[in-house]
């Protein structure tokens, strides 16, 4: 029996969630336009308080955070201590999407001592929606048989 025409093009067109925590207008502009391309369905948190409350009744495939979401410094950003601080059951299934004014876009060593699964610089947020469209892709991929394992085994 052949399968139908739609069965993964429904899968691949389906609207997704996204979390958005950036302050700058002009950056959150961007991001936006490229989420919104992308197909996401795209929520915004304009404090930390409010992402944490996005996050305790949602589940986001997508969070693009700026390193300095709510004025505070990289290294204090309450919203990133708490993903990084998420148990790796739920994290992983998060595509964390970490900009800033200091990172080389697509560095790979710099995303993964941030534990997220890009880094990119604010300047090339004018090309967030081809950064994404491939770094996504290159995770689901990466991840696909893991996660058909877990369904396998009942743990999804």
Known sequence: M???AGDTEEY?????????CVDNADFRNQVNSALAELKYSIEFASTADEAFEKLRFNQYGL??????FGGS??????VYSH???MPMTTRRHIFLALT?????????MAAFAKSANIVVNEKDLTNLKAILKKSVADNDQFYKVFRES?????KK
Do not use: C, Q, W, Y
Request: hydrophobic share 40%; no cysteine; glycine share 8%.
């Open 2 to 4: 052949a399968p139908h």
């Open 12 to 20: 691949e067109d389906e609207l997704r969630n996204a979390l958005v």
């Open 63 to 68: 969070i693009v955070l700026d390193e300095r």
């Open 73 to 78: 410094a990289p290294e204090s950003n309450a």
């Open 83 to 85: 993903l990084v601080a």
């Open 100 to 108: 800033g004014k200091d990172f080389k876009t697509g560095d790979n």
């Open 150 to 154: 877990l369904v396998k085994m009942g």
